[in-house]
């Protein structure tokens, strides 16, 4: 039952991870104003512990599900899972600096609002981010088929 328990909330979190990355992508554009990017500063928030949550409840199924540590830990298909969430980490960055600082702007200059270069400076990095996280069920789908092992 464990088992069953950390795949499914493991599963809504990868999905909830997903749905917050395609919101962040849709939200940022020119205009966005002081209330918007306190919300958006929420929503990456989330991002941020819903990522870690991932995480833990993943490598809470590599050591306490039940295929064991042994069925993951000498694939390259999970360390290429691994990775390519690590990368996208790593993509999540610059955005999350720069809706921090943002954020700061918006609370100093009531009036202030995205520009097109703001927005250039960082749809490039979240573009990534939903490029290389497509990779992780590629990986997971090869790990599940005993691809990598």
Same mark, same amino acid.
């Given at each position: 039952?464990?088992? *069953?328990?950390?795949?499914?909330?493991?599963?809504?979190?990868? @999905?909830?991870?997903?749905?917050?990355?395609?919101?962040? *992508?849709? $939200?940022?554009?020119?205009?966005?104003? =002081?209330?918007? /990017?306190?919300?958006?500063?929420?929503?990456?928030?989330?991002?941020?512990?819903?990522? $870690?949550?991932?995480?833990?409840?993943?490598?809470?199924?590599?050591?306490?599900?039940?295929? =064991?540590?042994?069925?993951? &830990? =000498?694939?390259? $298909? @999970?360390?290429?899972?691994?990775?390519? @969430?690590?990368?996208?980490? &790593?993509?999540?960055?610059?955005? $999350?600096?720069?809706? *921090?600082?943002?954020?700061?702007?918006?609370?100093?200059?009531?009036?202030?609002? &995205? =520009?097109?270069?703001?927005?250039?400076?960082?749809?490039?990095? /979240?573009?990534?981010?939903?490029?290389?996280?497509?990779?992780?069920?590629?990986?997971?789908?090869?790990?599940?088929?005993?691809?990598?092992?």
């Amino acid at each position: 039952m464990t088992d *069953l328990v950390l795949a499914i909330v493991h599963h809504l979190l990868v @999905f909830s991870l997903a749905a917050i990355l395609a919101a962040e *992508l849709a $939200t940022i554009r020119p205009g966005l104003t =002081g209330a918007s /990017l306190r919300r958006l500063g929420i929503v990456d928030m989330h991002y941020g512990l819903i990522a $870690t949550l991932i995480l833990i409840v993943g490598f809470a199924r590599v050591y306490m599900g039940v295929k =064991g540590p042994e069925a993951y &830990l =000498g694939a390259w $298909t @999970f360390w290429a899972k691994i990775g390519a @969430f690590v990368v996208v980490g &790593l993509l999540s960055a610059p955005p $999350t600096v720069r809706i *921090l600082q943002w954020r700061k702007r918006a609370r100093a200059e009531p009036a202030f609002a &995205l =520009g097109l270069a703001e927005v250039k400076a960082v749809r490039p990095f /979240l573009i990534a981010e939903v490029a290389v996280f497509a990779l992780i069920p590629v990986f997971a789908a090869m790990m599940a088929r005993g691809i990598g092992l």
